[in-house]
């Protein structure tokens, strides 16, 4: 699975940064918000970076020819309502490398999945970068929007990196060439934005991912990173600089977004280690409230997972074993559900025994709210909370937890021991 925002920090030259335009004030019982105008302009906006393969992707049906070392990569793209865990309608490139150097490559712009019946793109050393080189791929479609069809007129450019030698496989990176850019206010001041069209469907909705990124610091800057500071999600409501926002509408082509104040909020816990972890509380799966402060003198493993993570896959029976092993002596399970179908969640849990409560939001990692509290960007990560609800250490590996956790656990019970 490719996982977008890989932490990449990158400058951007906004111009045509739209101002905000209140619809009603903060004081009026009937304020929905402030209107905000956004323009197309030219940002490169470099979002992703991967590794090229030597397989060739299913969604390349037939190749061209090629005298060099092929490489093969994939631009991520979604159609409105595609299962956001799919691939489908990737776009297959290829790139031929000659003395280590990318000599051609082949872009399925027409969207066939065809390579041989387009010719070799041509290539930039745009941006500079030491022994890369780059294309540009501008490709169109339409998609539905209610009663119309939107044309998607979308420019990425790919920059390839060349051999490293030995095993490891050269990178690429994507840029949006385009952005939606204004400005969005946000504690009194505004700051440059763009829209984020995070679930690469060509269209900015409340359906996935989508979002924007706003320049807190003004230094010219973002975080690529939706776990940032500078992100706030189109689906769920957000915090910044301590305050409360939801974006109340925004326009499928990016123009206008609508955002909506809602008021002062106590600033995040900080999730260190050795320090108090960040309480949270929610209903779980059986409608029970749960939080995490109720727990104090237990040791907790807060568990944020999903039924399509082979790690959580690979940790399902090795976590059973512990729960069963250690629950009576003082040891919880909380988990945070990152799935997006219940369905799945539910039958993953039934299928594994998982008995501890479990959340479930709905939303992946970034607007999941205990998620987004802990900073755990990814599924099959357990944060391990000593029984002074302090954050002890943070896990992928169920070894290194388990031998943890005997260190723990015979503690507690020998303090209970002498309590008594």
């Known amino acids: 699975m490719i996982q977008l925002m890989t932490g990449i920090t990158v400058a951007l030259i906004l111009t045509g940064a739209g101002e905000a335009q209140p619809i009603s004030s903060r004081g009026d019982a009937t304020y929905d918000g402030e209107r905000l105008v956004f323009t197309r302009s030219v940002a490169n906006i470099e979002y992703e970076v991967q590794s090229l393969v030597r397989l060739k992707p299913n969604q390349a049906t037939r190749l061209p020819e090629a005298e060099g070392e092929t490489w093969y990569g994939l631009i991520p793209r979604r159609l409105p309502g595609t299962d956001p865990r799919k691939s489908t309608h990737f776009i297959p490139f290829m790139a031929e490398y000659v003395l280590g150097m990318v000599s051609r490559a082949w872009c399925d712009t027409n969207l066939n999945g065809d390579l041989s019946d387009e010719p070799a793109v041509k290539l930039s050393s745009y941006p500079p970068r030491e022994g890369a080189r780059s294309f540009l791929a501008s490709m169109g479609w339409s998609v539905p929007a ?71 610091d003004d230094d010219r800057h973002f975080d ?102 250690y629950a009576k002596s003082g040891l919880e399970i909380l988990g945070v559900s990152y799935d997006t179908d219940r369905a799945s969640m539910e039958s993953f849990r039934q299928q594994h025994g998982a008995r501890w409560p479990t959340s479930f939001s709905g939303h992946k990692f970034w607007e999941d709210p205990v998620g987004r509290m802990y900073r755990a960007d990814g599924s099959g990560m357990l944060y391990l909370v000593d029984q002074d609800g302090r954050l002890d250490s943070v896990y992928t590996e169920m070894d290194k937890l388990t031998a943890r956790l005997s260190e723990l656990m015979p503690a507690m019970l020998t303090g209970s021991a002498a309590d008594r």
């Open 224 to 325: 690529m990173d939706q776990m940032s500071a500078e992100f706030g999600s189109f689906s769920v409501p957000f915090e910044v600089e301590n305050r409360s926002y939801e974006v109340v509408s925004v326009e499928p082509e990016g123009r206008e977004m609508t955002l909506r104040e809602s008021g002062p909020v106590q600033p995040p816990q900080p999730v260190k280690i050795g320090q108090l972890a960040p309480t949270f509380s929610y209903v779980d799966t059986e409608g029970h409230e749960v939080r995490l402060e109720s727990y104090r003198g237990r040791v907790v493993l807060v568990y944020f997972w999903s039924s399509w993570c082979g790690a959580s896959l690979r940790q399902a029976g090795p976590l059973k074993d512990l729960y069963s092993r």
């Open 146 to 216: 209610g009663s119309r069809q939107i044309p998607v007129e979308w420019t990425i450019r790919v920059i390839l990196d060349p051999l490293a030698g030995g095993e490891t496989s050269p990178s690429y990176r994507l840029q949006m060439v385009y952005g939606m850019l204004g400005s969005v206010p946000v504690a009194g001041k505004s700051h440059r934005a763009f829209l984020f069209d995070g679930n690469s469907d060509g269209l900015y909705t409340k359906e996935f991912s989508d979002g924007f990124f706003v320049d807190l």
